[in-house]
Each structure stands twice: as C-alpha cells, then as structure tokens.
C-alpha cells in the first residue's frame, strides 16, 4: 500500500470528522441558546397560569363572598320585619287589654258588643309566632379538600417521548418520498403527528444552518406519511417528526437524512441560436433575434461616419456578455443544449411544448456538435422532430435517418438515457407509453439537445427515473413497431 495514499485517506477521513465536529459544536450551541429562551418561556407560562388561578380563585372568592352576604341581608330583613311587627302588635295588645279591662264593668249590650270586637281584632291574634328565617348559615359552608387534593396534584403536562424514523422503511421513488416511524412505546393519548423536512446538499446529520429552511406538515393521523410531486433539485433531504396529544407536543424524533439524487439542468443560454429566447427553463422562437447585433454593428459604422450612432439602434442592441459565444449555432440550425453533460447512469427529464409551434426536436448529441447542424442529421445527435408546420409528421432521427412514428405526439414527453447501457428512449410522459428507443454505445458524453422554430419548449427536471419507466426498460428489447429503435454504430 502506497504511504501516501493511506496517509491521503487518513487526511480525508480527519477532514470529514473536522467537519462534523464543526457540525456537532454548532448543534451543541444553538441548543443551549434554545435552552435559554425556552426556559425563560416556560416559566413565564407558568406565572401567567398560576396568575390566572389565582385571578379566578380570587373571584370565586368574591362571589362567594358576596352571596353569603346577599343571604346574610335577606334573613336579616325577614327577621327584622317580624321584629317590627311583633313588637308594634305588643304595644297594641297591652293597650287593648287594658281597654278590654276597664270594659269589663260596661252594662250596656251594644257598647259592650263593640268593644268586644274592637279587642278581637287586635293585630296579635294575627300574628305568625315562627320566625321566617333562621340565624343558621350551614347551607353555605364550603369543603375544598377536594380542591386542594387536585391542587397538590398539580403536575407539568404529559408531553408525548420523541418517535422513531426507521431508515429502512421509508421510501423515495417517482419523486414522491414516504416517511414511516413508531413510538418507543405505545401511547393511545397521541392525537397527531408533525412532520418537518427540508433539502440539503450535505449528506449525513442535518446541519443547525443550511440553505433551506424546515417545511411543516401538521395533523398526521398516522405514521406514515408520503410528499408527492417533489422536484428533486438537491442531493439530499432531512426529515424529522414529533408526537403531539391534546395538550402539548413532544421532542423531535432524531433526523434522518435521505438521498434525492436527480438529473438537474437548464438550457444554456449562452451558446443557444440567436433566434432562441432563452431562460433557465423555457426556450422559445424568437424571431427578431439577431437583428439588436446587426443593428450594434451598423451602429459602429454610422459612429465612425458621424460620431453619432442612431439611438434606435443602441436600444435594440443586446449585450454580448448575455449570450456569451454568438456563433455556436446559426443558419438553421436553431439550436440549445443544456447546460450539463451525461457522463454516466440513469438519467431522465421532460420536455412540453407550446400550444401552435411549427417544428422541434427533443434529444442528445455531443458537445461538439457543429455550428451549423441540425439534430439527428449527423451521427453524433440523436432526437424525435415534429413537424407541424405544412405537412404533419412525427419521426425519430439519427446520422440523417428517419423513422415516421405512428403514434399521436404527447403534450408532454419524457427522455431517457441510460449512458451505460447505451440505450435513449422517448416516452408518453402521462402515461409512460414508449415512443421510441435508440440503441447505441456512446463513445463520449453527451448533452440534452432541442431545436426550436416558430415555438417554444418548457422544461422540467430534478425528476427520477420513473418506476413505470424502469420496469419497462427491463422487458424492452426493441420490440416492432411505432415504438421499435433504431440501432447505432459506437460513434
């Protein structure tokens, strides 16, 4: 073994541990800030809870205080009118009964008829001698042991122990990855689940600062969840998950990162045709292309005969640095490669054309295509061209051969090229029907390649190698037909 390549492993090896190290002590600092301010929120809700018993203790207080009172004032006024009258109808009866006294010696009937009468209708015979209120206030005693047993029991809240991601069991396939975790032991007072994930480009324990900030998906009733329709434009994504049940949610379930490997490019609009209008993902006709370096060039002669260039024509004029090497397609060859080669592996993107275009090519060529060729007349591009425009035709084109497709052109067309098995195939991107399959040995790499004219194209990248598609690659072998290939030599 050589010295220095064990010593250039060791290097390496110490470099990742450096970095993780960088990593964890990173971790270990934003948790202890998080400490400090969690801390001092949870205690803060504890006085704003105790406060709020106590506000409703001190209430209930008052309430109850005043409801006594309130009972207090009504047997108090009861008796107190029972009083008044009890002792007005004395006052009345001692005098009638000295009135009825002294009537005793009255001869006459009829006067003594009156008094009689006079002395039964005294208020006393009246009177009720119960008293309508008694002075016992038992009724509105109180008992809180109850209360105060609860209160002594006053415990922080049962928070939910963190799940657990198992790796094994979660899934990434057709850009849709499926998460799965369990409990480390059962709990039946769990209501929900919250998932957060994130991209990443740094493999392994997800970083405290990365590019990408966590995304959340709240009330998961199970524990799985699946995120479909993701583009897949980072090398990696981070999900964690944690337990929540009525009252509070639990901690973090440890991370897990998985790997979301996918073909990402755009259209390089620096070595496109003049005619293209291109962005990173969109490439149409355009028509009064190359007209702005014309007019900047008749702008220089008109400066050099007047000092003067005409000002609509310095308007119309684009920049050089935009569209970097002006000459790496012309004449009819209008032309875009994307931006990154394939070198190897699977690879797979889709490609949708705008409504009423005339004419486009969708494939692969080499990067040193010439200036002027058009895809799939030479034998180093390969591509399907539709033509809309005069007379229709669909047809797969290599080395300036052509095979008519018998199928309906898709909105959406899906590419895929297998570097290493020599093979690139056109697919229905809707319903995965393949179109067409060339069969070749790529002697070198290549780049995606379109041809736009009186049209445009939208691109769609950082998608897998769809399952649909794998399987069909299994039981492909050039089958006849519409959907047949055309076999090339190794160029």
């Not at 492993?9 to 202890?32: D, G």
């Not at 009118?81 to 009964?97: C, D, I, P």
């Not at 009825?100 to 006459?108: G, K, M, Q, S, V």
């Not at 990154?340 to 949708?352: A, M, N, P």
Request: include cysteine.
């Amino acid at each position: 073994c050589d010295p220095s390549e064990a010593l250039q492993r060791i290097i390496t090896t110490l470099a990742n541990k450096n970095e993780e190290l960088h990593n964890f002590i990173e971790t270990l600092s934003h948790s202890l800030a998080g400490l400090q301010v969690n801390t001092t929120q949870v205690v803060s809700d504890l006085e704003e809870e105790f406060d709020t018993m106590f506000s409703i203790l001190d209430e209930m207080k008052e309430s109850m205080t005043n409801t006594i009172k309130q009972e207090q004032a009504r047997k108090s006024h009861e008796l107190q009118n029972q009083l008044t009258q009890s002792t007005n109808a004395l006052e009345s009866a001692e005098e009638l009964l000295e009135f009825a006294n002294n009537a005793l010696d009255i001869r006459d009937e009829e006067e003594f008829a009156k008094v009689r009468k006079l002395v039964t209708m005294a208020p006393a015979f009246r009177l009720t001698m119960k008293p309508k209120a008694t002075d016992n206030m038992t009724h509105l005693m109180v008992d809180f042991s109850q209360e105060r047993q609860i209160l002594q029991n006053l415990k922080f809240l049962p928070v939910p122990r963190a799940p657990e991601i198992d790796v094994q069991d979660c899934l990434v396939v057709d850009n849709t990855v499926t998460v799965s975790w369990k409990m480390p032991v059962e709990d039946s007072k769990i209501d929900h689940y919250i998932l957060e994930f994130r991209k990443s480009n740094h493999e392994g324990l997800p970083r405290v600062k990365d590019e990408h900030s966590w995304e959340v998906v709240d009330s998961i009733k199970t524990t799985e969840y699946s995120l479909t329709g993701l583009n897949f434009d980072s090398k990696f994504m981070n999900f964690r998950v944690r337990a929540c049940n009525k009252a509070a949610a639990g901690e973090y379930s440890d991370p897990v990162t998985l790997e979301t490997r996918a073909f990402n490019f755009s259209f390089d609009s620096t070595s496109s045709h003049l005619n293209l209008k291109v962005d990173d993902r969109s490439v149409e006709w355009d028509p009064q292309g190359g007209k702005g370096l014309e007019s900047k060039i008749k702008g220089k002669e008109n400066k050099g005969r007047s000092g003067t260039p005409s000002p609509k024509r310095v308007s119309a004029t684009r920049s050089p640095a935009v569209r970097g090497g002006r000459d790496r397609f012309t004449g009819e060859s209008y032309t875009v490669l994307g931006d990154t080669s394939i070198d190897y592996g699977q690879h797979y993107w889709e490609v949708k054309a705008l409504k009423d275009g005339k004419s486009y090519s969708i494939g692969v060529a080499f990067k040193n295509l010439g200036k002027f060729d058009q895809l799939g007349k030479t034998n180093t591009s390969w591509c399907i061209h539709i033509n809309n425009w005069l007379q229709n035709s669909f047809a797969a084109k290599h080395n300036n051969k052509a095979k008519t497709l018998e199928v309906i052109v898709p909105d959406r067309i899906g590419i895929y090229c297998d570097m290493d098995g020599g093979q690139l195939s056109f697919y229905n991107a809707e319903n995965k029907q393949l179109l067409h399959t060339f069969k070749t040995k790529f002697s070198q790499p290549v780049v995606p390649a379109f041809m736009v004219w009186c049209g445009g194209l939208t691109l769609s990248t950082g998608l897998q190698v769809p399952s649909a598609v794998k399987s069909l690659q299994k039981t492909e072998n050039g089958v006849g037909g519409s959907n047949s290939s055309i076999n090339s030599m190794p160029q």
